[in-house]
C-alpha cells in the first residue's frame, strides 16, 4: 500500500504542525529524532507523544511518508529510480522497496456516515466468495466479502449518509484487483490509495496488522505490545473488528493466544480458508 504524505493537520499541536512543515519541506534532509524536535521546538520524547497522539503515527513513520511520495513524484515525472531514490532521501534501493511496503493510510476525506462522500463500488468473484470494494476520489474506503446483494445492503448501512453509485463501476477495477488478490494469498501492489476514517488507536493496531507476514499470525496480545499497549487486548480486538479494508488491512491474520482463530466479521471460515491460502 501507499503511504501518503498528509500536509501538516489544523492542529492545537503546534510541534506537530512545525515538524510536519518541516519535512515535507525538505524530506530529503536527514532527518534524527534530536533535529525533527528542534525544527518542533520541543523534545524528542514529547514529539513522538504528540505524533502518536494527532497522527496516530511516529515521527519517523511520517519522514518514510513524505520520502515515498517525493519519490513517486520524481519517478513519475520521468527521472530515472535510482536518481529518484537519492533525490528522495533514501540512502539505499532496499531502503526505499522496504519503505513502499510499509502501511500507510491517510485521513478520511468524508464526515461520520459517510457524510459529503460519493462512494462508487464494484465486485468479483474470489476463491473464498465474493468480494466488494467501495471508494471515494481519494482511495479505497471498504472491502467485504458475501453474495451481492448482502454487500450493496451492507454498503449502504456503513455510509447512510454518503451518495453511493447505484451501478459498478468500472474505474475501481485495479483496488477490485488488488483486494481479489489478497483474497488468493497473492501480493498487493506497492501503491494502493486508501481513504479510511479511524482513530490514532485504530490507526496504530491497522498499521500493525500490515506488518505481519504473509502466512504468518499474531494473537492481540502480541499486537497490543506491538504498538506499545500491552494492556489494550480487548481494544485491540475492537480494531480488528472494525477494519473497513478487510483482506487489504489483514485482520485474519490475528488469532487468540491459544491460537484459535477467534472471530471474524465475514465468519470464521472465511478466515480459516484465507490463513491455508496464505500458509502454502
Request: glycine share 8%; hydrophobic share 40%.
Amino acid at each position: 500500500m501507499m503511504l501518503h504524505a498528509v500536509a501538516p493537520l489544523s492542529s492545537p499541536n503546534n510541534a506537530v504542525t512545525s515538524a510536519c512543515a518541516a519535512v515535507l519541506a525538505r524530506p530529503d534532509a536527514p532527518w534524527t529524532s534530536a533535529r525533527l524536535a528542534r525544527a518542533a521546538g520541543t523534545t524528542p520524547v514529547r514529539l513522538q507523544r504528540a505524533f502518536r497522539a494527532v497522527l496516530g503515527l511516529s515521527p519517523r513513520d511520517y519522514v518514510v511518508a513524505c520520502r515515498r511520495d517525493r519519490f513517486f513524484k520524481t519517478v513519475k515525472s520521468g527521472e530515472r529510480v535510482t536518481d529518484a531514490i537519492y533525490s528522495a532521501g533514501f540512502g539505499s534501493p532496499s531502503r526505499v522497496y522496504d519503505a513502499i511496503r510499509l502501511p500507510g493510510m491517510t485521513p478520511a476525506t468524508y464526515g461520520r456516515g459517510g457524510k459529503g462522500a460519493t462512494i462508487q463500488w464494484l465486485s468479483g468473484a474470489s476463491p473464498i466468495g465474493h468480494v466488494m470494494v467501495a471508494a471515494t476520489a481519494r482511495g479505497l474506503c471498504f472491502v467485504q466479502v458475501g453474495d451481492d446483494l448482502t454487500m450493496q445492503r451492507s454498503l449502504r448501512e456503513e455510509f447512510p449518509l454518503a451518495e453511493i453509485g447505484e451501478r459498478p463501476t468500472r474505474a475501481l477495477r485495479p483496488l477490485l484487483n488488488a483486494a481479489l488478490a489478497a483474497a488468493s494469498a497473492k501480493l498487493l501492489p506497492a501503491e494502493l490509495p486508501i481513504d479510511i476514517r479511524g482513530t490514532a488507536f485504530q490507526w496504530r493496531v491497522w498499521r500493525a496488522l500490515t506488518r505481519i507476514p504473509r502466512g504468518q499470525t499474531r494473537s492481540y496480545s502480541d499486537i497490543a505490545r506491538a504498538i506499545g499497549s500491552p494492556s489494550s487486548v480487548r481494544a485491540v480486538a475492537r480494531a480488528c473488528a472494525t477494519n473497513p479494508v478487510t483482506l487489504v488491512v489483514p485482520c485474519h491474520r490475528v488469532v487468540r493466544a491459544d491460537g484459535d482463530v477467534a472471530g471474524y466479521r465475514w465468519g470464521t471460515t472465511v478466515k480459516k480458508q484465507l490463513l491455508r491460502k496464505e500458509q502454502r
